[in-house]
């Protein structure tokens, strides 16, 4: 059976995924202050960070429309798997489902499965590698979705932003604590939650100290090791994500590990210099 992966655009890939022709990337839109960001191949990221930077106000994202699901549902595929950003962050997993309702009233014979990744960035992308895998080993469609959704389940994501701008902006965090943070430099580990949501693991003081927390955390919860795969997104600071992956894989050995850069709508959320790892 002949099969497709579609992520939404906050789906980050490496530059040899990109050229995969079983994976389609649909892109979300971003607005800052009424100018209009395609998250495509024409997204050009220090633009956007600049245009950030200068801008009061938190950038506005909208998900993909159903048709624009719909239309990536087209083509010769048997199975077509969807995965997106968490819905409690994003529209997008409820625009692909009404997308799949409306497509299989016309084509009932296509198989269609949405998932929601519960996460963002490169935990996207390592559910849609999962369903990849799958798909390759000849497994049924049935049991691609019952495994990826099992691997979904099981799998971490946390990060450590420079700024926290983006989260004063979008109103995520006060003004007096985004301050104070400022002031004192400490930085959050983040992680996402089973349900998708995201909230606060531990803290540290600079920079350097909580990617090294991070590096300590992953350790303690890391589980399955030698079958999985260390996933890693930076917002324009490659040395960093080196950096981390470093510190990771002396701690927890890993299968295999895999860096990429952030496209629009993980920038957005991840700002300049942000570090996203999935696991």
């Known amino acids: 059976m002949s099969y497709k992966i579609i992520g939404d655009s906050c789906t980050d890939l490496t530059e040899e995924l990109k050229k995969d022709s079983n994976i389609q990337i649909v892109p979300l839109c971003i607005d800052i202050d009424g100018y209009l960001i395609t998250d495509d191949e024409s997204f050009d990221q220090k633009d956007f960070l600049k245009r950030m930077s200068e801008s009061p106000n938190c950038p506005k994202s909208s998900c993909p429309s159903p048709d624009a699901y719909m239309k990536a549902f087209d083509g010769p595929e048997d199975h077509v798997y969807v995965v997106t950003l968490s819905s409690k962050l994003s529209g997008s997993y409820d ?160 299968k295999d590990f895999f860096i990429c850069d952030t496209s629009g709508i993980s920038s957005l959320y991840a700002n300049d210099g942000g570090i996203i790892v999935s696991y």
Do not use: W
């Open 95 to 254: 625009s692909a489902m009404l997308a799949k309702r409306l497509y299989l009233e016309e084509n009932p014979d296509k198989q269609i499965e949405i998932f929601d990744s519960r996460s963002a960035s490169v935990g996207q992308t390592l559910i849609a590698l999962k369903a990849k895998q799958l798909e390759e080993e000849g497994k049924s469609f049935e049991e691609v979705v019952r495994e990826t959704s099992e691997f979904r389940d099981n799998m971490s994501t946390k990060f450590v932003l420079e700024s926290l701008e983006t989260l004063r902006k979008n109103g995520r965090l006060s003004n007096i604590k985004a301050i104070l943070a400022s002031a004192l430099n400490i930085k959050p580990v983040m992680r996402g939650t089973e349900d998708g949501s995201i909230e606060k693991v531990d803290q540290a003081r600079g920079i350097n100290k909580t990617l090294l927390l991070m590096a300590d955390l992953i350790k303690k919860d890391a589980t399955n090791i030698a079958n999985r795969t260390l996933a890693i997104a930076h917002c324009n600071n490659y040395e960093r994500a080196v950096f981390v992956k470093d510190e990771i894989m002396k701690r927890v050995p890993f």
